[in-house]
T-cell receptor, first 110, second 116 residues
């Protein structure tokens, strides 16, 4: 079963705009991760945020985590056409088992 | 280091057949996880192996099985294939938390199985 649920399911923006995706999860976690997947390819790790962290940055990415609301958001600033992909959040319900959400399909129009 | 390698990349089978997929993890990684990805169900966890032991298993029927060898390479097998088994099967490796890993998974490109 899936642990996380992303919102929205699909997002279409213009190049240069910011993209925000949200993730909600159900149980306590040790960390939450975001991954990107280009069509039909493997997933690529973007960023990990631990349960005792509230915000983390990596380049144009900003992730927030609110454990009281069991939610996280991923912000991509100044988006590019190359950012077009599906984005997934993943949580470790226990340390041996990463569960993924259904993903947000992001389209960045040039 | 070479990345996670999955073979074959594409395969076509017919209902009732069985299939074996292979995954070679990144050198030094002892944990291998398998996921099934379909448009309708998304990414579903199949199982996770560490040092040849299955540590966790998802909610799949017994037709889905796997194993891990002493060199950490892993295989998964699906017997008596059904149309609904058509999917992208993804393998991911990690060092394991005890080996200093952060929990980050490193994915292969997947094996796309079509069942006719």
């Amino acid at each position: 079963s899936q642990q996380g649920e992303e919102d929205p399911q699909a997002l279409s923006i213009q190049e240069g705009e910011n993209a925000t995706m949200n993730c909600s999860y159900k149980t306590s976690i040790n960390n939450l991760q975001w991954y990107r997947q280009n069509s039909g390819r493997g997933l690529v790790h973007l960023i990990l945020i631990r349960s005792n962290e509230r915000e983390k940055h990596s380049g144009r990415l900003r992730v927030t985590l609110d454990t009281s609301k069991k939610s996280s958001s991923l912000l991509i600033t100044a988006s590019r056409a190359a950012d077009t992909a599906s984005y997934f959040c993943a949580t470790d319900a226990d340390n041996n088992d990463m569960r993924f959400g259904a993903g947000t399909r992001l389209t960045v129009k040039p | 280091k070479a990345g996670v390698t999955q073979t074959p990349r594409y395969l076509i089978k017919t209902r009732g057949q069985q299939v074996t997929l292979s995954c070679s993890p990144i050198s030094g990684h002892r944990s291998v996880s398998w996921y099934q990805q379909t448009p309708g169900q998304g990414l579903q966890f199949l199982f996770e192996y560490f040092s040849e032991t299955q540590r966790n298993k998802g909610n799949f029927p017994g037709r889905f099985s796997g194993r891990q060898f002493s060199n950490s390479r892993s295989e998964m097998n699906v017997s008596t294939l059904e149309l609904g088994d058509s999917a992208l099967y993804l393998c991911a490796s990690s060092p394991g938390l005890a080996a200093g890993g952060t929990g980050e998974l490193f994915f292969g490109e997947g094996s796309r199985l079509t069942v006719l």
